[in-house]
C-alpha cells in the first residue's frame, strides 16, 4: 500500500467512528437470490405469520422465514415495485408502476398466481420519474399511495397513458399526465381521487398512531429542503407542476406567480435541513406499541437515502396544525445508506430495506434491536411561550445543562422558489435568555431572547451528559416554527420572486 | 498499444510493395468492394451501408472499433468474436464467426475496403499483415476481453466502445416456461407487458389499451442486462427481432421500434384517451376497454379486462405445434362479436370459430363468441 493511501485511510477513519448509538445493534439480513444482480428494497413489511415481505427494482418479491433465513420467491415480473402491505399470508398490495394491484396465492402453492388492478386510474408518461410510492390504508380501508413527477432528465413517451395535459408538461419536474405529484386515495367505494397536491417526489407515505397521513418529499425545485408534510384532503404542498390537475386552478402552474402559488401551499410540519438532517426522506413509520424501541411510543421514524440514517420526528399541535422536531436517531456504521423502507418485525425490531437507484444510497436489509438499556437521548422537544422544552430520557448533569453555551441556537428559512433547492436565509444565532431544570432533571426549558415564527429553529447541543455521565446519543435537533402557542402573525410566504 | 517498429517499417514496406507491383488503391479497394458484396459474406450481416443491425450486428460505417490501427479487425474476422461489444456506444449481441473461405489476400482486400468505404479512412491493409496475424495470434475464439487486451483501445478512441457484462436474459437461449415483466416497452403504452413463452415465442402487450401490439421469434427476449431493473428505470426494453406479427392498432402509422423506443419527447404522439380502433367490437360497443388484471394459468398470462358490460378474458400460449401463438378469448356474457385481426404477410392466422375474411375481420355468433382461439404463427420462409 502507497504511504499516501494509508494516511488518506487514517484521515478516514473518524468519519468510521460516527457508530449508532450503544444500545441499538445493527445487523445485515442475508439477501433474497434475485436473478437480477442488485438487492435494493424497494417495498419491506411483514406477513401475519410473521415472515418478512421484501420488493426489488427487478419486480420480484421474496417472502423470508424467520427461523431458516429460506427465501422464497412469491411473485414477479412487476413494474418497479414501491411499497407492499400484507392483508394476509397470500395476499399483498403493491404500487408498481401502472397501478395499485392486489396479488394473491389462490392455489395455495406459495407462488402468486392473480394480479388485479385495485385502480389503474392515473396517468403514466412513461418517465422514468414516475414513480408510484409506499400504499398505506386507513383504518376504513381506503388505499393511498403517492405519485412522483416526471423529471426534466428525459421527457415523455410515444404514447402516454391518461389525458396529456400540456399546462403540466412545462418545468423541472412536471405533472403532464393525471395527478403527478399527487397524493391517492383510493376509496372503499372503488373511486380514486387525487387527495393532495404539490407533490414532487413523495417516496414514502405513513400513518401516526392517531390515524394522521403523513409523506415526505424531497429537495429539489419548489421544495427548498426535504420535508414531511401532514397530507389533508385537497391541500396544496407547495411543488406547482400537479396544480395543473386541482379542479380550480386555471393556467400553467409553473408559470403562475410565485405568491399566487405561496398562498395557496400548506407549510411542512417538518423541514429536514439539507445537508446536516436529510437529503432524501423516504418511509413514514409510526413508532407503535408493538416495537420495542425505547421510550419513543407515537414518534415517527423516517429514513434517509443520503446518510446511514434514521431520523426521529416528534410532533405537536399548535394552533390547529402540526408541527415539531427532527433529530438524527439510528445515525452512522454499520447502519447502511439508503434506507427506504422500514417495519416492525414480530419481536418489535425494527427491519429496515436499502435502495439507490442510481442516486445516492445502497443496498440490503438490515436489523436494528434496542437492548432495552435506557439510551440517553432527547425524548421530546415542545414549543413553549418563549422557547423550548426539553424533555431527556435520563436526568441531565445539571451543571453542563444550566450553562447557556450548551445551547447554542440558530434559526433561519429556506425560500419558497422556482429554483432547485434553497439556501438558509436570515440565519442567525438566537441567544438564550434563561434556562430552567426541572427537579428530577430531565425537563429543561429554554428561553431565547426572540421566538420568531416560520423560522426554523435548530440547536447542537454541546458537551450533554446525562448524570451518569453518559454522551447524548444526538445532539443535534431542529424544530420548524411555524405558529406559536398564541399570537401567530400570517405567514411572511418567504419567496424568492424569478430574475426578469 | 506500443507498435513495434519494425512490424511498422514492415507493414509500410509491403504497402508500398504493393501499389508497385500492380495492385492500385482503387483496384485493392474494388475488389474488397466485390468480396465484401459476395453471396454469404460480409454482407450478409453488416449490410451494403455497412451500419449493421441494430443491437445484433455492429455498424463497419464510422466504427470506432476501426481506429488506431487495423491489428483488430484483422484478429476478429481469423479468430472470429465471442460476446457482446459495444460500438459506437450501442450494445451488440451476436458472435463473429472466424472468416476461414478467405485467403490472406482476400480478407486483406476486404478490410482496406471496409477501412476505406462509407467515409472510414483507416489505413490499407497488407496481405502480409493478415498473414502475419494469421502465424501469430493465440488459435481460439477471442472474447471481447482477450481481445482488447491484447489490442486496446487507443485513449482517443475508447469512450464509448468496449465490453459489457451480460447477466440473465442475455444468457437465455431456450425458454422452458413464461416469463412475464411488466416494463417499458416500444411502441405500447407505458403500461406494458413482455412476456417470453416457452418455444421462444415473445409478444408485447399493452394494458394501457388492453391490446397485443406485437409478437416476435427470431432474436431472442428482452435484454436482461438494461437499466431498468438495476437503475433509474429510464430505457425502454430492447430486443433485436423484428415482429412477425404487428396488429393494426389506433393512433401508430408506421413508425420504426427506434422511433417508437424515445423517451425525450415534449409531447406524445398520442394519449390512450384518444385511443381509437379496439380491436374488438362487441354488439357495437365503442366504450375504450378497462383493464383488470390477469391469472397465470400453468404460468401462461390470462389478462381480463372489460367493455361496457362484457368481461373479456385472452389467455396466450403456444400453439398445440409449438410454432406460434394461440391466443383464447372468451366474452361473458356472449354476443355478437368482430375481432380484427390485421392480415400479416409473415403470419398466418386462423381461428377455431366464427368466420375470418382475408382482410381479417373475424365475425362470431353470441355463441361462438362464449369461447373461441385464433392461432398466430410466422409463414414459412419468413421470420
Known amino acids: ?500 | 498499444m506500443p507498435v513495434k517498429s519494425k512490424h511498422l517499417i514492415l507493414s509500410l514496406f509491403f504497402t508500398l510493395s504493393g501499389f508497385l507491383f500492380g495492385s492500385s488503391k482503387e483496384e485493392i479497394l474494388k475488389k474488397g468492394k466485390s468480396l465484401y458484396n459476395g453471396a454469404g459474406s460480409c454482407v450478409a450481416c453488416h449490410m451494403p451501408d455497412g451500419k449493421g443491425q441494430k443491437g445484433t450486428i455492429p455498424p463497419l460505417f464510422g466504427s470506432d472499433w476501426l481506429k488506431g490501427g487495423s491489428d483488430r479487425s484483422i484478429a476478429i474476422s481469423l479468430r472470429g468474436l465471442a460476446g457482446p461489444i459495444k460500438v459506437n456506444g450501442k450494445k451488440y449481441y451476436s458472435a463473429m464467426p472466424p472468416q476461414l473461405l478467405f485467403d490472406d489476400q482476400k480478407l486483406a482486400y476486404i478490410l482496406s475496403y471496409v477501412n476505406n468505404e462509407w467515409g472510414n479512412k483507416e489505413p490499407i491493409v497488407t496481405e502480409e499483415q493478415v498473414a502475419q496475424a494469421r502465424k501469430s495470434l493465440p488459435p481460439s475464439v477471442f472474447t471481447p476481453q482477450t481481445l482488447l487486451q491484447k489490442f486496446p483501445f487507443d485513449k482517443k478512441y475508447n469512450r464509448k466502445n468496449g465490453t459489457f457484462t451480460p447477466t440473465f436474459d442475455d444468457m437465455i437461449s431456450n425458454i422452458t416456461k413464461p416469463i412475464i415483466y411488466r416494463t417499458f416497452m416500444p411502441g405500447s403504452s407505458p403500461s406494458a407487458f413482455a412476456v417470453a413463452l416457452p418455444g421462444n415465442h415473445y409478444f408485447c402487450w399493452d394494458a394501457g389499451e388492453c391490446r397485443l401490439r406485437y409478437v416476435w421469434t427470431k432474436g431472442g427476449f428482452i435484454r436482461g442486462n438494461q437499466n431498468h431493473w438495476s437503475s433509474n428505470g429510464k430505457p425502454v426494453a430492447e430486443f433485436n427481432g423484428i415482429p412477425y406479427y404487428r396488429p393494426r392498432t389506433s393512433k401508430l402509422k408506421d413508425e420504426s421500434f427506434e422511433e417508437l423506443s424515445k423517451t425525450n419527447r415534449n409531447a406524445p404522439i398520442y394519449d390512450t384517451s384518444e385511443a381509437t380502433n379496439f380491436p374488438i367490437n362487441i354488439d357495437g360497443n365503442t366504450e375504450n376497454p378497462t383493464f383488470l388484471g390477469y391469472r397465470l394459468i400453468n404460468g401462461f398470462p390470462k389478462f381480463r379486462y372489460s367493455v361496457g358490460n362484457h368481461k373479456i378474458t385472452e389467455l396466450i400460449e403456444m400453439n398445440p405445434e409449438n410454432s406460434g401463438i394461440q391466443r383464447t378469448f372468451t366474452i361473458s356474457p356472449p354476443a355478437k362479436t368482430t375481432l380484427n385481426l390485421t392480415p400479416s404477410s409473415l403470419a398466418s392466422i386462423t381461428t377455431d370459430r366464427g368466420i375470418l375474411t382475408p382482410k381479417g375481420l373475424l365475425t362470431l355468433t353470441p355463441k361462438e363468441s362464449v369461447q373461441f382461439s385464433v392461432f398466430i404463427k410466422p409463414r414459412e420462409k419468413s421470420n
Request: proline share 7%; aromatic share 10%; net charge positive.
Open chain 1, 1 to 500: 500500500m502507497k504511504p499516501w493511501i494509508l494516511l488518506l485511510s487514517f484521515l478516514w477513519m473518524p468519519s468510521a467512528f460516527c457508530e449508532t448509538a450503544p444500545q441499538y445493534s445493527v445487523t445485515n439480513i442475508s439477501a433474497p437470490p434475485t436473478k437480477f444482480k442488485n438487492t435494493q428494497i424497494d417495498g419491506l413489511t411483514f406477513l401475519p405469520n410473521g415472515k418478512l415481505v421484501v420488493c426489488l427494482p427487478s419486480g420480484e418479491i421474496f417472502f423470508r422465514d424467520n427461523k431458516g433465513e429460506k427465501w422464497e420467491l412469491f411473485a414477479e415480473g412487476l413494474h418497479n415495485p414501491l411499497g407492499v402491505i400484507a392483508l394476509s399470508n397470500s395476499e399483498l398490495i403493491v404500487t408498481q408502476r401502472p397501478e395499485l394491484t392486489r396479488i394473491r396465492d389462490l392455489d395455495g402453492d406459495g407462488k402468486a398466481d392473480d394480479y388485479e388492478v385495485i385502480t389503474d386510474q392515473f396517468g403514466m408518461s412513461g418517465n422514468y420519474h414516475e414513480f408510484n410510492f409506499t400504499p398505506v390504508q386507513d383504518t376504513q380501508g381506503n388505499y393511498f399511495f403517492a405519485l412522483g413527477t416526471g423529471s426534466s432528465g428525459d421527457g415523455v413517451r410515444t404514447i402516454t397513458r391518461g389525458v396529456f395535459n400540456a399546462r403540466g408538461r412545462p418545468g423541472r419536474m412536471h405533472s403532464s399526465t393525471p395527478y403527478r405529484g399527487c397524493i391517492m386515495m383510493h376509496t372503499t367505494t372503488g373511486k380514486t381521487l387525487p387527495y393532495s397536491y404539490g407533490h414532487r417526489t413523495p417516496n414514502g407515505l405513513g400513518f401516526d398512531l392517531k390515524g394522521n397521513l403523513f409523506v415526505t418529499d424531497n429537495q429539489g425545485d419548489w421544495v427548498g429542503s426535504s420535508k414531511l408534510f401532514h397530507v389533508q384532503k385537497d391541500r396544496f404542498y407547495g411543488h406547482a407542476a400537479s396544480l395543473a390537475w386541482k379542479p380550480d386552478f386555471k393556467g400553467v402552474p409553473v408559470d403562475s406567480p410565485v405568491e399566487k402559488l405561496a398562498k395557496l401551499r400548506t407549510r411542512a410540519c417538518v423541514v429536514f435541513p439539507h445537508g446536516t438532517m436529510a437529503n432524501s426522506p423516504t418511509k413514514v413509520l409510526a413508532i407503535s406499541e408493538e416495537a420495542n424501541f425505547g421510550p419513543f411510543t407515537g414518534q415517527l421514524l423516517v429514513g434517509e437515502m443520503n446518510k446511514p440514517r434514521i431520523v426521529r420526528v416528534m410532533l405537536e399541535e399548535v394552533d390547529g396544525e402540526l408541527q415539531g422536531a427532527c433529530i438524527p436517531f439510528i445515525d452512522g456504521s454499520p447502519l447502511g445508506r439508503g434506507c427506504n423502507r422500514m417495519a416492525w418485525a414480530p419481536d418489535g425490531s425494527l427491519f429496515v430495506g436499502q435502495t439507490k437507484h442510481t442516486w445516492a444510497g445502497g443496498q440490503g436489509i438490515q436489523q436494528v434491536s434496542w437492548n432495552g438499556k435506557m439510551p440517553f437521548e432527547i425524548q421530546k422537544m415542545e414549543l413553549t411561550e418563549d422557547g423550548f422544552q426539553f424533555t431527556f430520557t435520563q436526568p441531565v448533569n445539571r451543571e453542563n445543562a444550566q450553562k447557556k453555551e450548551t445551547w447554542p441556537f440558530f434559526r433561519y428559512f429556506f425560500e419558497y422558489r422556482k429554483a432547485y433547492g434553497s439556501p438558509r436565509s436570515a440565519e442567525e444565532k438566537v441567544e438564550v435568555n434563561n434556562i430552567h431544570i426541572s427537579k428530577n432533571a430531565k425537563v429543561v426549558k429554554i428561553g431565547l431572547t426572540e421566538l420568531k415564527p416560520w423560522h426554523i429553529h435548530e440547536v447542537k447541543i454541546q458537551d450533554l451528559t446525562s448524570k451518569d455521565g453518559d454522551r447524548i446519543n444526538n445532539n443535534y435537533i431542529v424544530y420548524t416554527l411555524n405558529r406559536l402557542l398564541a399570537n401567530t402573525p400570517p405567514d411572511p410566504l418567504q419567496i424568492k420572486k424569478p430574475k426578469n
